[in-house]
């Protein structure tokens, strides 16, 4: 837990709250259902602060898509493999033989709670300097105005443009309990021979998550 704590740069005061929101629902009670629930608030209020605060030419409709990006299970999850934080969770005997410390789900789900730990150990102001801290480098590589387009509508654009035939999205598989779904959907790409899969908990997100693969593949195959 302290190699934890060095990462995120902050140390609690009440343990147990850590330690909750590092627990899976799986494992028992109490978990990090709650937490998690004030978490995802905390965060979007700290990230739509710091885009409102850095990004004035952005209208609000531009300021919600390039937030919603930034907090969506793909974001939550690359702060998550940053801190390695599937290492620290408590997860029950199912979940963690058949991969729970490596899903998406669960991994976003545990840095919302640790946040949401971290807002009830300290406030405000804690959780806010640990999530500008943790974004910080992720923020700064990205260019709003691209995040501003979701994936399907970019890579559509994209294709559009070089007039060839638009993707191909099909539902391939769905895992997890019914209150816990993960759907994997596949993006196929005609012309260049490509076939990506993205996952999410709606079949919506699952299709965005395809959409940004492949238009990374195709990006490196014109490179």
């Known amino acids: 837990m302290h190699e ?3 990462r995120i740069k902050y140390t609690f005061r009440t343990r147990s709250l850590l ?3 590092l627990t899976h629902r799986s494992f028992g009670t109490p978990n990090n259902e709650r937490l998690e629930f004030l978490g995802d608030a905390v965060l979007n209020l700290v990230i739509g602060r710091y885009l409102f605060e850095q990004h004035r030419d952005l209208p609000e409709g531009e300021l919600t898509r390039v937030r919603s990006v930034l907090v969506d299970q793909d974001g939550l999850t690359h702060i998550s493999k940053d801190l390695d934080l599937g290492v620290h969770l408590k997860l029950g005997a199912g979940e963690e033989k058949t991969g ?4 998406p789900s669960i991994l976003s789900d ?8 971290i807002y009830l150990d300290s406030g405000f102001e804690a959780v806010e300097r640990v999530i500008r801290h943790l974004y910080s480098s992720y923020i700064k590589s990205t260019d709003p105005s691209e995040l501003s387009k979701d994936p399907k509508t970019k890579l559509q654009e994209f294709l559009q443009g ?4 638009l993707p191909d999205y099909r539902v391939i598989d769905i895992l997890g309990e019914a209150h816990d779904q993960e759907f994997v959907v596949s993006c196929r790409v005609a012309r260049f021979d490509i076939v990506a899969r993205g996952k999410g908990r709606s079949r919506r997100s699952a ?5 940004r693969l492949a238009y990374k593949l195709i990006s490196e195959q014109e490179a």
Do not use: K, P, Y
Not at 100 to 103: C, E, I, L, P, T
Not at 110 to 117: P, T, Y
Not at 207 to 211: I, P, S, T, V
């Open 162 to 165: 070089m007039r060839v035939a």
């Open 4 to 6: 934890l704590e060095d």
């Open 100 to 103: 729970g410390s490596n899903r």
């Open 207 to 211: 299709e965005q998550d395809a959409a």
């Open 110 to 117: 545990a840095v919302e709670a640790l946040f949401g730990a």
């Open 19 to 21: 330690d909750q929101a």
